[in-house]
């Protein structure tokens, strides 16, 4: 559930569509989180396969041992990859909230710097 909370957050965010170099991060970021949750699901498959087999080959310590040792290696590069994904997820949200700072405080200093009429008679 909580990492189908932060795939909706990052797809979704603030909606708001951004040129040039923030732009490109953004993408970058939305494309690893993308690489991440799709490599997540195929360490996903992989675990119920080494399950499957384990239950299949129970007969066989030495097969079972392996096995085992096979499928925490797989639980622990899932777990990794969770991690990197909430990290990305993060860093987007970071992004996105400098970059609406950023743009607040530009937008801030041209209504500062455009020039103002005097009173008209």
């Known amino acids: 559930a909580k990492l189908k909370a932060l795939d909706f957050y990052a797809q979704h965010g603030d909606g708001t569509l951004r040129s040039g170099q923030a732009q490109q991060i953004e993408q970058n970021l939305v494309k690893a989180m993308a690489t991440a ?41 899932r777990d990794l990859l969770h991690e990197q994904y909430e990290q990305a997820v993060h860093d987007l949200d970071y992004h996105r909230g400098v ?23």
């Open 37 to 77: 949750k799709e490599r997540l699901a195929d360490l996903d498959d992989k675990m119920v396969q080494l399950r499957q087999e384990m239950a299949q080959r129970l007969d066989d310590p030495k097969v079972r041992a392996n096995l085992q040792k096979e499928l925490n290696a797989w639980t622990i590069s």
């Open 99 to 121: 970059h609406a700072k950023m743009t607040n405080v530009y937008e801030q200093q041209e209504k500062k710097a455009a020039p103002t009429e005097g009173p008209k008679l």
